[in-house]
């Protein structure tokens, strides 16, 4: 079945380590997209890619960073700048890169909680 | 600039009743607007989108929106409410062409029996 898939579901954290969420794809799309999710905050966009070794930063991209070496793979590490890290974290992918808007395909989400 | 604002953040029915989740939205062109739906520590699903078809959108497990563009609202409607239905709802609005996708901050469906 077509799909995306994030690892793991459920991540801990001690303050001051970086930690790296996978996000993997098969459903052949150019855009990825990783998503923050807080209670009541709606999702904010962290960063966004829309083809390979290319990637743009979103609203909220401090304290995390992506890369793109594969149209498959768009992995996100919260790295230790992040000042509050603990939420849930979705990943996306749409099949509209540049040209029309499609619907987003998400992950089921990983939850970070750092102790 | 965009925006989309879900006018309730917490609903509550009675299985069987009528739903109504409302959802407006601001855009300079021409919107493509979605609905997702998300359970507990789930991903989200797509119910149903609009963009620029008919206006009347029919979507999974019973739901429809209705796209007014003279009110910029996009509601999101289902005749009877089944438990299942307990979730918490996004309107989403983009525009064609971009990477931008707009989210509402989400209102909780409480389905009572």
């Known amino acids: 079945d077509g799909g995306i898939t994030q690892s793991p579901k459920y991540l801990f954290r001690k303050e001051g380590q970086n930690v790296t969420l996978s996000c993997e794809q098969n459903l052949n799309h150019d855009a990825m997209y990783w998503y923050r999710q807080d209670p009541g905050q709606g999702l904010r966009l962290i960063y966004y890619?829309?083809?390979?070794?290319?990637?743009q930063k979103g609203d909220i991209a401090e304290g995390y960073s992506v890369s793109r070496e594969k149209k498959e793979s768009f992995p996100l590490t919260v790295t230790s700048a992040q000042k509050n890290p603990t939420a849930f974290y979705l990943c996306a992918s749409s099949s509209s890169g540049l040209s029309n808007t499609g619907e987003l395909f998400f992950g089921e989400g990983s939850r970070l909680t750092v102790l | 600039a965009q925006s989309v604002t879900q006018l309730d953040s917490h609903v509550s029915v009675s299985e069987g009743t009528p739903v109504l989740l409302r959802c407006n939205y601001s855009?300079?062109?021409?919107?493509?607007l979605f609905w997702y739906v998300q359970h507990p520590n789930k991903g989200l699903q797509l119910l149903l989108k609009y963009t620029s078809a008919a206006t009347l959108v029919k979507g999974i497990n019973g739901f429809e929106a209705e796209f007014k563009k003279s009110e910029t609202s996009f509601h999101l409607t289902k005749p009877s409410a089944h438990m299942s239905d307990a979730a918490e709802y996004f309107c989403?609005?983009?525009?064609?062409?971009?990477?931008?996708?707009?989210f509402g901050t989400g209102t909780r469906l409480k389905v009572l029996a």
């Open positions: 890619s829309q083809i390979v070794n290319d990637f």
């Open positions: 989403v609005v983009s525009t064609s062409g971009t990477y931008k996708y707009i």
């Open positions: 855009s300079s062109y021409s919107p493509s």
